[in-house]
């Protein structure tokens, strides 16, 4: 597809780059130090409790998302329900993610080790769904054809800021609700309405999916600037739509951020579905796919994606949302995948490609010349690994006069120059 790309550009691609200095965001730090006996104390909660009977087939909802510590997690949440006398699975809950088939969906899990042998109970995956409801204006409601045949249903989900839409119940236990255990059908029907109208309709969906299913308990997780886990709780169905506000706000609140007031160039190390479902996350960047208000970033002329995660396995949606890559990025995208997505949000400028350069030389070339109002070698560089980790980062020099009297930034390490191997590919500083 791009096997023959030459691009001249006036100068050349060489700039006269700034040095980059190590720097450390400061953030939060609150985290469970236990998540087995959090999670244990959460189901001594007699409210919790008193959802699950003995001899209960029960299904556990385990999405996709880079959830840290989602194996010690749905470990533990099935051990507390074999020790109530239920009998836990597992069912996939992300909608159409893992290429909208049962054999994807599966892998996708046991990528995050959710695999029988690990949690300590069987995966029954199906794509088939139940009509179980539908909204007051008539469209439909879908839910898992397993979890519908269960005797009760458990998901577990990250509480956080979704990528594309902003309201009071946002990513969490009701999307999973409505979109994951939706599968694919479900998860089509709900975004043929349009991100605009998610706000009202997730809550809406999701009060009515509790009123018609068995959902019994969700088990909320909220993470830390650093994604680490914060905060687990587990809530009874009843108390899911009246309770899940306060954890979104309190999400959001957690949420890292870039602590700079403007940036020239970002360098992005890796993008994947684990990261973010648009592969980098909006709440970081500012871009969206959506294009609704509401997500504020300090202002970035240009994105330089380098490469994509392994645990994307080829997944490259949200690439367009860059301005810059490489042949090397798109020749690892697997189309098929990201087509199914971008179909079924109904977003299609998820699948668009940015700028594509033979390598990393060309592409920081373009990217910083194409910069406005900037001398290159004063050019505010940011470089991270991915949006999910932006405690430490490197940055270019012309940032330290700025930030020499703030408390929440540190500057560690010394100070050295950008440089590229004998294929012209950056040296990261970033293990992969």
């Keep these: 597809m791009f096997d023959n790309i030459q691009v001249k550009i006036e100068g050349g691609f060489d700039v006269d780059y700034p040095k980059l200095v190590r720097i450390r965001q400061k953030f939060a730090t609150d985290k469970l130090h236990n998540i087995p006996q959090t999670i244990h104390e959460q189901f001594l909660k007699e409210e919790v409790r008193a959802k699950i009977t003995p001899d209960m087939r029960v299904a556990v909802g385990v999405g996709s998302r880079g959830i840290a510590n989602l194996r010690t997690i749905t470990t533990a949440v099935v051990a507390e ?26 892998d996708v899990l046991a990528q995050y080790g959710i695999t029988e042998e690990n949690v300590g109970c069987p995966i029954h995956a199906t794509m088939e769904t139940v009509q179980v409801g539908e909204m007051p204006d008539g469209f439909p409601l879908f839910f898992d054809k397993n979890a519908c045949e269960s ?39 709900i975004h043929s309405q349009g991100f605009d109208r998610f706000a009202e309709i997730i809550p809406q969906a999701g009060a009515i999916l509790i009123e018609k299913t068995n959902i019994a308990i969700g088990v909320a997780v909220l993470e830390n600037a650093h994604d680490e886990t914060a905060q687990i709780v587990a809530l009874p169905a009843e108390k899911i ?3 899940e ?71 490259g949606s949200g690439i367009g949302l860059a301005d810059v890559t490489t042949k090397k990025v798109i020749e690892q995208i697997d189309f098929v995948q990201v087509y199914i997505n971008t179909i079924t949000c109904t977003l299609l400028n998820a699948a668009k490609v940015p700028l594509v350069l033979n390598n990393d030389r060309e592409a920081l070339g ?17 470089w991270i690994k991915n949006t999910l980790q932006l405690e430490y980062m490197y940055i270019s020099t012309p940032y330290l006069d700025a ?30």
């Design 366 to 382: 373009v990217a910083t010349k194409t910069c406005n109002r900037i001398a290159y070698e004063q050019a505010k560089i940011v």
């Design 245 to 315: 506000p306060a954890l979104q706000q309190k999400a959001k609140d957690s949420m890292p951020k870039f602590l700079l007031d403007s940036i020239d160039v970002l360098i992005v190390d890796e993008i994947g579905k684990n990261v973010s479902g648009p592969g980098m996350d909006p709440n970081i960047t500012g871009r969206t796919l959506s294009g609704l208000p509401g997500f504020h970033a300090p202002p970035i002329q240009k994105i330089f994606v380098r490469d994509l995660t392994r645990e994307t396995h080829g997944n």
């Design 81 to 106: 329900l074999k020790a109530l006398g239920a009998i836990p699975f597992i069912v996939p809950a992300m909608g159409s993610h893992g290429g909208a088939t049962v054999e994807g969906q599966i």
């Design 403 to 432: 930030l020499k009297e703030r408390d929440d930034i540190e500057i560690l390490g010394d100070i050295h120059e950008i440089k590229f191997d004998q294929e012209s590919n950056l040296l990261s500083p970033y293990p992969r």
């Design 151 to 189: 005797n009760a249903t458990v998901i577990i989900s990250r509480v956080k800021p979704h990528t594309d839409f902003r309201g009071p119940i946002e990513s969490g236990l009701q999307k999973m609700l409505v979109i994951g255990l939706g599968k694919h059908k479900g998860a089509t029907t």
């Design 241 to 243: 739509c009246a309770e």
